[in-house]
């Protein structure tokens, strides 16, 4: 009588039962489909981050705007830099645009309508960045 044997990997040696493990067309099918659905995801992240940076941009220019509005309500006059707003303490510093990753803003200067003085000052902020958002905007034209 044979010994009966519960797990194939225990058979003895010179048994003619087939190795257990995995082929290598196994492994390569495998690694084929990880290595598609990383490139899915590293796509997808770029354009999340993309979009994240767009949003970013077009909060910090609201926010700048307002509080150029609001500066010129307080002080009767226009600021004649954003730094105007940081020394006057109505924003701690000039925030970075999201997608030239520089501090650097493009400034509209004209005279502001409400005021009592004919000073001109910065009207409107927008970005400098080149190119398009995902709408196929302008960052200029934020």
């Not at 767009?54 to 309500?73: F, G, I, N, V, W």
């Not at 006059?77 to 645009?97: A, F, G, K, N």
């Not at 400034?107 to 958002?133: C, M, N, W, Y």
Request: aromatic residues 6%; contains cysteine; negative net charge.
């Amino acid at each position: 009588m044979t010994e009966k044997h519960p797990r194939p990997d225990c058979l003895p040696a010179g048994s003619s039962s087939r190795a257990a493990g995995f082929t290598l067309l196994e492994l390569v099918i495998v690694m084929t489909i990880m290595v598609t659905l990383a490139a899915v995801g590293v796509v997808n992240y770029q354009r999340i981050r993309e979009k994240a940076k767009e949003t970013l941009l077009k909060e910090d220019l609201k926010t700048m705007r307002k509080l150029l509005d609001q500066y010129s309500a307080d002080k009767e006059t226009l600021p004649d830099s954003l730094d105007d707003l940081v020394s006057s303490s109505y924003m701690r510093e000039v925030p970075m645009d999201p997608i030239t990753g520089n501090v650097d803003w493009q400034l509209e200067i004209g005279d502001d309508p409400f005021s009592r003085t004919t000073k001109q000052g910065v009207t409107d902020v927008h970005s400098k960045a080149p190119g398009v958002d995902s709408e196929g905007r302008a960052f200029t034209d934020y």
